[in-house]
Structures are given as structure tokens and as C-alpha cells.
């Protein structure tokens, strides 16, 4: 079991620029969740997917941000025109479909700064 | 909406003494509730979850949760403290019907000491 892997781990960007994010879920999951997680905060989620669908977005994906598992495997989350607020730890998650019940395990995450 | 709290920002517990992490959840019905631990610079890991039935969850590294339906509380508890147990502590609700996502509390810093 290799776990959820995500990369890079680190980003450090100018503002205005564009950045994507790359998560390989575990082999057998086909839900894949993306959450951002600030200083003193838990992980706020973002949206998900089943398979290669997105069903659900937060209000917290603004219009720059898109995410896409075009073959139901890995996602990649993709920020355009980067603001300092976009500054976060970005956590990918990935499950078996267990309804609501499933549990997720979780990435080590992307460090993003925006400067 | 659901939501979570997390009433202490840390926790402190001397080696060997049992260690309680506080979490309420508000949510509409019934709860699904989870706990996760962050280790620094790691992912988040899963502790335990309760879905139904008892009340008393025992889950990794000898962690244990109770549901308090009454008191709306799924508090974390452990008999005895390692230092190894240092780290942050997030419980995460979702309601039983619906398809709203997990909810994350603020985190707990449990710091253990020698």
C-alpha cells in the first residue's frame, strides 16, 4: 500500500502566476477529495470526485481554481492568477465509495506560498 | 450547517497519565464522526470513526472515542500518554443523511511530556 501520494510538496509562486497540483490516490479508491488547510485551522473542504466525475464544489472554489481526474485515477487541482490569499496547505484524500461513511486517507500535502 | 468544536487550542498531559481531547458537533439528525491526527509536516492520519451502534470506539494506537448523544460530545481518550502521542488532533463530522461534506474542527495540540 503506497498511500496517497502529491506532488510537489512544496510551491512557492509570484502572484498572478499559475500553478497546478498533481494526487495519485491509493490503487482501488475511486473517490478523491481535495481540501486546503490553513495556519490554525482544520482541512476545509474543497470538492470531490467519483470516478472521474466532480459531484461537489465548495463556495470556496472561486472561478480560478478547477480541478479535473480525467481517467479516474490521478487529479491535478490547478490555481489560475495566484493571490497571496491562496497561500495554504492543499491535502488530497482518497477513498472506497462507502456512502457517507467512508473513511478517507489522506496526502501529505502541498505547501503553497504565493509572495 | 454542521460544525465542530474543539473547546481547547492545547492540551498538556505528563507521560503515562490518561489524555482526554475534547470535540461537540452540531449537525442536523444523526452523526458520523471521525477523529484524524497531524503529525508536523505530514498528512493527516485516521484514528477512529463511529457510524453506529457503541457508543465506545476504540480505534489506532490505543486511542478510544465515546458518543454522547445527549451531550452532543465525541471526546478522545487514551489510558496512558506517550510522548510519542504529541501532535495535532482533528475530529471531522458529517450528518447521516444528506451528501454534505466531512466538516473539521479547529484542531487540538496534545503536547505530552516526560
Known amino acids: 500500500d503506497t498511500g496517497v501520494s502529491q506532488d510537489p510538496r512544496h510551491k512557492i509562486t509570484k502572484r498572478g502566476q499559475n500553478v497546478t497540483f498533481r494526487c495519485d490516490p491509493i490503487?482501488?479508491?475511486?473517490?478523491l477529495y481535495w481540501y486546503r488547510q490553513t495556519l490554525g485551522q482544520g482541512p476545509e473542504f474543497l470538492t470531490y470526485?467519483?470516478?472521474?466525475?466532480?459531484?461537489?464544489k465548495s463556495r470556496l472554489l472561486s472561478d480560478r481554481f478547477s480541478a479535473e481526474r480525467p481517467k479516474g485515477s490521478f487529479s491535478t487541482l490547478e490555481i489560475q492568477r495566484t493571490e497571496q490569499g491562496d497561500s495554504a496547505m492543499y491535502l488530497c484524500?482518497?477513498?472506497?465509495?462507502?456512502?457517507?461513511?467512508?473513511?478517507?486517507?489522506f496526502g501529505p500535502g502541498t505547501r503553497l506560498t504565493v509572495l | 450547517a454542521q460544525s465542530v468544536a474543539q473547546p481547547e487550542d492545547q492540551v498538556n498531559v505528563a507521560e503515562g497519565n490518561p489524555l482526554t481531547v475534547k470535540c461537540t458537533y452540531s449537525?442536523?439528525?444523526?452523526?458520523?464522526l471521525f477523529w484524524y491526527v497531524q503529525y508536523p509536516n505530514r498528512g493527516l492520519q485516521f484514528l477512529l470513526k463511529?457510524?453506529?451502534?457503541?457508543?465506545l470506539v476504540k480505534g489506532s494506537y490505543g486511542f478510544e472515542a465515546e458518543f454522547n448523544k445527549s451531550q452532543t460530545s465525541f471526546h478522545l481518550k487514551k489510558p496512558s500518554a506517550l510522548v510519542s502521542d504529541s501532535a495535532l488532533y482533528f475530529c471531522?463530522?458529517?450528518?447521516?443523511?444528506?451528501?454534505?461534506?466531512?466538516?473539521f474542527g479547529k484542531g487540538t495540540r496534545l503536547s505530552v511530556i516526560a
Open positions: 471531522a463530522v458529517r450528518p447521516q443523511s444528506g451528501n454534505t461534506p466531512l466538516v
Open positions: 484524500a482518497s477513498s472506497l465509495d462507502l456512502g457517507l461513511t467512508d473513511t478517507q486517507y
Open positions: 490503487s482501488e479508491h475511486n473517490r
Open positions: 470526485f467519483q470516478n472521474e466525475a466532480q459531484l461537489e
Open positions: 463511529y457510524i453506529t451502534g457503541d457508543n
Open positions: 449537525v442536523s439528525g444523526n452523526p458520523y
